[in-house]
């Protein structure tokens, strides 16, 4: 599997990035960049229709942790419970979600 991943850049204000460090401390996700790649994914998906005009069968989750923790399941029971096998499961399924998208 190739590694498309690319090195992103830029600033915040301390009190966001305090917030984002309290978010990994507490355990609800292994790292900033992986809170900040999931809020990316939500922003992105909570958008899609829109930009897309419609999407077939898609709805909005209730809620973004209950979708999230449903996601991380599925792919780590896909993945034989293999976590780095899971995050790229996750990213092809974003990929292919998001295919074709014109941003």
Same mark, same amino acid.
């Given at each position: ?56 069968? %898609? &709805? !909005?989750? *209730? ?5 999230? =923790? @449903? ?12 976590? %780095? &096998? !899971?995050? *790229? ?5 974003? =990929? @292919? ?7």
């Amino acid at each position: 599997m190739e590694d498309a991943s690319v090195i992103v850049s830029f600033r915040m204000p301390k009190t966001l990035n305090d917030a984002l460090e309290e978010c990994v401390k507490n355990g609800g996700y292994a790292s900033k960049t992986e809170l900040l790649r999931e809020a990316l994914r939500a922003q992105l998906y909570a958008n899609i229709s829109a930009m897309r005009g419609s999407v077939k069968g %898609r &709805k !909005a989750p *209730a809620s973004m942790s209950d979708w999230r =923790k @449903k996601q991380w399941e599925e792919a780590l029971k896909l993945s034989g419970g293999d976590a %780095r &096998k !899971a995050v *790229a499961l996750l990213d092809a399924k974003g =990929k @292919k979600a998001l295919s074709g998208l014109k941003l």
